[in-house]
Nanobody, 116 residues
């Protein structure tokens, strides 16, 4: 059982920045991938960014160039640096992890609100 705890959400004005953190009970080096999804009101959950155990990264087209996913040296905390935020980025952001045996785990989410 992998436990994931997100932090760093909040209210920010358009054009501002936030950094989300996801603290994991296991290192990414023992998993396939960790990442961030988001769900806006009335919309489906969508992938924002993910990072593999080998540090390859993927981003949604809508955030490419504005968001950066990274991890700490121990691989137990994954970050999402969000710059140039726009109101459309408003959503609950969920941390996600997939183990080597393809079990999926989710955090409880952290709310990001971008005001115009």
């Amino acid at each position: 059982q992998v436990q994931l705890v997100e932090s760093g959400g909040g209210l920010v004005q358009a054009g501002g920045s936030l950094r989300l953190s996801c603290a994991a009970s296991e290192s990414i080096f023992s998993m396939n991938v960790m990442g961030w999804y988001r769900q806006a009101p009335g919309k489906e959950r969508e992938l924002v960014a993910r990072i593999s155990y080998s540090d390859s990264t993927n981003y949604a087209v809508s955030v490419k160039g504005r968001f950066t996913i990274s991890r700490d040296n121990r691989g137990k905390t994954v970050y999402l640096q969000m710059n140039s935020l726009i109101p459309e980025d408003t959503a609950v952001y969920y941390c996600y992890a997939q183990t080597r045996i393809f079990d999926n785990y989710w955090g409880k989410g952290t709310l990001v609100t971008v005001s115009s």
